[in-house]
C-alpha cells in the first residue's frame, strides 16, 4: 500500500498522517474549509490523547500553547464540590498532564508536524468510488484524487459515511452547547478546570492562555433553538445570572461575534467502520457529546491505532484490527459521555438531591477506576518515552 488519502484536517485527520508518517507512510489531507480554521473554541486533551501526542513527538508543542490542568471540579451553583479529580496526581500516575488549549493552537501545532504540501484546503470531498485496486475521490472543485486507502476523517456529519453507509441518524442530547474564549486575566483560575451545574444549564470553564479563559455552557433546549445573534451575549448573562463568579464576568468578556453555537449529538455505534479500501475514524466513525472531554482524545487514539496496524500487517487485515480495537472503547466513552449529559441536566429537585448525594459520596476507588479506563493508553502499546516534565 502506497498512497493514502485523508478527508478532513481536523484533530483525527491531522494525527493520522503525523501517525502514518512515523510508520513510514506518506498521506494526502484534503480538507473542505479554505484553510485551517477549527470550529470551536477551546478544548482540553487529557492524558491517554498526550501519551499518543508524546509518541508522535507533538507533546511539547502542545503543552507550550496550552494551560496545564491540576484539578477538576463539579460543582453546585451553592459551590458544593460534587466531584473533584486530582488531575496533578493523574499525571503523576499517567505520565502526560490535561492540557487546556484554544483549538486553533491545538491545530497549528499538529499541522507543524507535518510538511506543508501534505494538507490541500478548498478540496470539500463530495463522494469516492472503489474498485479492486483503490479509490477515487470527487471533490466540489471538480478535481479527482486516486488512493490504495482512503480514511474518512470529515467529522461527524461525515459526507464519506454517509454516501458509503447511508445517512446516519444523529441522537440530539437535548442540550444545545454556547462556547465561547473570554478575553480577561486568567491568573484567578490557575490550573482549575471547573464545571458549575445549574438546573436547565451548566458552564465548564479554564484557562487556555494568560488573557484567555475558554468556557462552554449547555442548556437543555429544544433542537435548533437559537438565540438572536445580536443578544446572544445579555441572553446568556440572564440565564447565567444565579451562577457564581467569575462566570457573569467571562460571559461579559467575550466577543458576542464569537459565541459560537453547537447542538450537542452522537450517534448509536455503527455496525461498520470501513467498506472496501475507505475507513472511518473519529467522529465520523463514533462522535460523542462532550461531557468527557473525550471525542477528540478518542479520534487521536484512533489515528495511533490504525497507523501502527497498517505498519504491521496487510490493510485488510489492518483496517479489521484497528476497528475491533476501537469500537468497543469508543462506544463505551460515548455512552458515558451521553449519561452524564443526562445526569447533569436533571430537574427534578429530588433527583437532582439524590444524584448530590451519591455523587459527593462516590468512594475513591470507583472514581480511580472510571479514571483509570479513559486516561490510561495500556491498550495502546505505545512505546516508551521520556516523561513530560
Ligand atoms: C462543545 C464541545 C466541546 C468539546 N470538548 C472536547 C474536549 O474538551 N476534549 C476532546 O477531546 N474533545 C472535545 N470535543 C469533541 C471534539 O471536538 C471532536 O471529537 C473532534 O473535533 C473530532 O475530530 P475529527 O477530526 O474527527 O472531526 P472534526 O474536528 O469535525 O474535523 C473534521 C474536519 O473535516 C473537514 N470536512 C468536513 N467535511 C468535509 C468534506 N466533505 N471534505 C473535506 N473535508 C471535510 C472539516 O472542515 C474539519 O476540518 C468537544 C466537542 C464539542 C461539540
Avoid at 473570554?182 to 438546573?199: D, I, P, Q, V
Avoid at 467571562?250 to 470501513?274: N, V
Avoid at 463505551?332 to 452524564?340: F, K, P, Q, Y
Wanted: glycine share 8%; with cysteine; aromatic share 6%.
Amino acid at each position: 500500500m502506497t498512497r493514502v488519502a485523508i478527508v478532513g484536517a481536523g484533530i483525527g485527520g491531522l494525527t493520522t498522517a503525523i501517525a502514518l508518517r512515523s510508520f513510514g507512510f506518506e498521506a494526502a489531507i484534503y480538507e473542505a474549509a479554505p484553510a485551517l480554521a477549527p470550529v470551536g473554541a477551546g478544548i482540553w486533551v487529557p492524558p491517554n490523547a498526550m501519551q499518543v501526542l508524546a509518541a508522535l513527538g507533538a507533546r511539547e508543542a502542545v503543552a507550550a500553547a496550552g494551560v496545564r490542568i491540576d484539578r477538576v471540579q463539579i460543582r453546585t451553583i451553592e459551590g458544593t464540590v460534587l466531584q473533584e479529580l486530582d488531575a496533578a496526581a493523574a499525571r503523576e500516575r499517567y505520565g502526560e498532564p490535561i492540557i487546556s488549549i484554544l483549538r486553533t493552537r491545538l491545530v497549528e501545532a499538529l499541522a507543524a508536524r507535518l510538511p506543508g504540501h501534505l494538507v490541500q484546503p478548498g478540496k470539500r470531498c463530495l463522494g469516492a468510488t472503489h474498485d479492486q485496486e483503490g479509490v477515487t475521490l470527487r471533490f466540489d472543485d471538480g478535481s479527482e484524487a486516486r488512493a490504495d486507502l482512503v480514511v474518512a476523517a470529515d467529522g461527524i456529519h461525515s459526507a464519506l459515511r454517509n454516501s458509503l453507509f447511508g445517512p446516519t441518524s444523529l441522537r440530539y442530547a437535548g442540550q444545545t452547547c454556547y462556547r465561547g474564549i473570554a478575553r480577561m486575566a486568567s491568573g484567578e483560575l490557575g490550573h482549575t478546570c471547573a464545571e458549575t451545574w445549574g438546573t436547565r444549564c451548566r458552564i465548564g470553564y479554564s484557562a487556555v492562555g494568560p488573557d484567555e479563559v475558554y468556557w462552554f455552557a449547555p442548556v437543555s433546549s429544544p433542537a435548533g433553538t437559537r438565540l438572536d445573534p445580536v443578544r446572544v451575549k445579555a441572553q446568556l448573562l440572564d440565564m447565567y445570572a444565579a451562577f457564581p463568579h467569575p462566570v457573569r464576568l467571562m460571559l461579559s468578556e467575550t466577543p458576542t461575534d464569537r459565541i459560537i453555537q453547537t447542538d450537542l449529538h452522537d450517534f448509536a455505534p455503527l455496525p461498520r467502520w470501513s467498506t472496501g479500501h475507505i475507513v472511518l475514524l473519529g467522529d465520523a466513525a463514533h462522535a460523542m457529546t462532550p461531557n468527557l472531554g473525550q471525542g477528540g482524545a478518542q479520534a487521536i487514539e484512533d489515528a495511533w491505532v490504525l497507523a501502527s496496524e497498517l505498519a504491521r500487517q496487510d490493510w485488510r487485515g489492518a483496517l479489521e484490527a484497528y476497528e475491533a480495537a476501537r469500537k468497543p472503547r469508543t462506544s463505551w466513552v460515548a455512552a458515558a459521555a451521553r449519561r452524564i449529559g443526562q445526569i447533569a441536566h436533571l430537574e427534578n429537585p429530588l433527583a437532582q438531591g439524590l444524584r448530590n448525594a451519591l455523587m459527593t459520596r462516590t468512594p475513591a476507588s470507583i472514581q480511580r477506576r472510571h479514571v483509570q479506563r479513559l486516561f490510561s493508553a495500556e491498550h495502546l502499546d505505545l512505546p516508551t518515552t521520556a516523561p513530560a516534565t
